[in-house]
């Protein structure tokens, strides 16, 4: 079993910036990707962000390209999303994935992740 757990959420205004961070815990051994995802009222949970557990390989989708970065620290178990150039369409619950176990080109599919936790939310303002 894994418990991941997010942190850093709150609310900006658009050309700002957020750090979010996900701690997991338990058996991550068997994850060879986590991942953030989001999701906005009415609309379905999408792949922002995903990281190569092992060797650190990066996705993302194309929305979050050249201003969203993961990373991730291995001796903590912890993942990061630094969001910079927040627009207004980034407002969402966030939420951290863990215990993936495919191959890349299905780092940014929900159906990868075994692991949820429990969102955190994101407003940015125009």
């Known amino acids: 079993q894994v418990h991941v757990a997010e942190s850093g959420g709150g609310s900006v205004q658009a050309g700002g910036s957020l750090r979010l961070s996900c701690a997991a815990s338990g058996n991550t051994y068997s994850s060879t990707y986590m991942a953030w995802f989001r999701q906005a009222p009415g609309k379905e949970r999408e792949g922002v962000a995903a990281?190569?557990?092992?060797?650190?390989?990066?996705v993302y989708a194309d929305s979050v390209k050249d201003r969203f970065t993961i990373s991730q620290d291995n001796a903590k178990n912890t993942v990061y999303l630094q969001m910079n150039n927040l627009k207004p369409e980034d407002t969402a619950m966030y939420y951290c994935?863990?215990?993936?176990?495919?191959?890349?080109?299905?780092?940014?599919?929900?159906?990868?992740?075994?692991?949820w936790g429990q969102g955190i939310q994101v407003t940015v303002s125009s």
């Open positions: 994935a863990a215990g993936g176990s495919g191959g890349r080109a299905y780092a940014l599919w929900k159906g990868l992740y075994k692991y």
């Open positions: 990281i190569s557990t092992g060797g650190g390989s990066t």
